[in-house]
T-cell receptor, first 114, second 112 residues
Framework: DADVTQTPRNRITKTGKRIMLECSQT?????MYWYRQDPGLGLRLIYY???????NKGEISDGYSVSRQAQAKFSLSLESAIPNQTALYFC?????????????FGAGTRLSVL | SQKIEQNSEALNIQEGKTATLTCNYT??????LQWYRQDPGRGPVFLLL?????KEKRKERLKVTFDTTLKQSLFHITASQPADSATYLC???????????FGAGTRLAVHP
């Protein structure tokens, strides 16, 4: 089984709908991240969490919210989806051992907002 | 603002040749730099990390250099194979190591 699991893998929704993307990990890492990837723009950080009680905004947090339900679970919500949120979304974890911050990614969720 | 640039054009090379990918950055002094590989439909996978006080790092057929004066890292794949075809991303430590800033990636295509 994958160490970092994202669900769903694909999602099509309509403008104005609320949706949630889920991420769970079995790596035992404290740190979890949500990124979006757009062609030509690379990975951009939406939110990150260093433990259950610590949530931080990233570069592009507007229009998104997150919840860290447990050490192993970190979900991303779009309260009212809009077409420019169509993108590939990735969850990642890291254990920050030795200050390396090596990140382990899930397989991604492809989201289309119509 | 901090900026990372990777060649947006795909790099096409012949099998057996050395592939060289470039990562340039501005307005930044990262403590380390990482390289990831991303295949279509998959998340990035970590390959190598090089620190600011290291000039070169090797792992099997992979070699990374880090020139803090030029603000540039080069990623080399020697004796390239079609299986090396993928997009390669560079990433810099940011925010006191708490975050990574990623480049947009360069797609490498190795032809038989």
């Amino acid at each position: 089984d994958a160490d970092v699991t994202q669900t769903p893998r694909n999602r099509i929704t309509k403008t104005g709908k609320r949706i949630m993307l889920e991420c769970s990990q079995t790596k035992g890492h404290d740190r979890m991240y949500w990124y979006r990837q757009d062609p030509g723009l690379g990975l951009r950080l939406i939110y990150y969490s260093f433990d259950v009680k610590d949530i931080n905004k990233g570069e592009i947090s507007d229009g998104y919210s997150v919840s860290r339900q447990a050490q192993a679970k970190f979900s991303l919500s779009l309260e009212s989806a809009i077409p420019n949120q169509t993108a590939l979304y990735f969850c990642a974890t890291s254990d920050f051992s030795g200050d390396k911050n090596i990140q382990y990614f899930g397989a991604g969720t492809r989201l289309s907002v119509l | 603002s901090q900026k990372i640039e990777q060649n947006s054009e795909a790099l096409n090379i012949q099998e057996g040749k050395t592939a060289t990918l470039t990562c340039n950055y501005t307005n930044y002094s990262p403590a380390y730099l990482q390289w990831y590989r991303q295949d279509p439909g998959r998340g990035p996978v970590f390959l190598l990390l090089i620190r600011e006080n290291e000039k070169e790092k090797r792992k099997e057929r992979l070699k990374v250099t880090f020139d803090t004066t030029l603000k540039q890292s080069l990623f080399h794949i020697t004796a390239s194979q079609p299986a090396d075809s993928a997009t390669y991303l560079c990433a810099l430590a940011s925010g006191g190591y708490n975050k990574l800033i990623f480049g947009a990636g360069t797609r490498l295509a190795v032809h038989p």
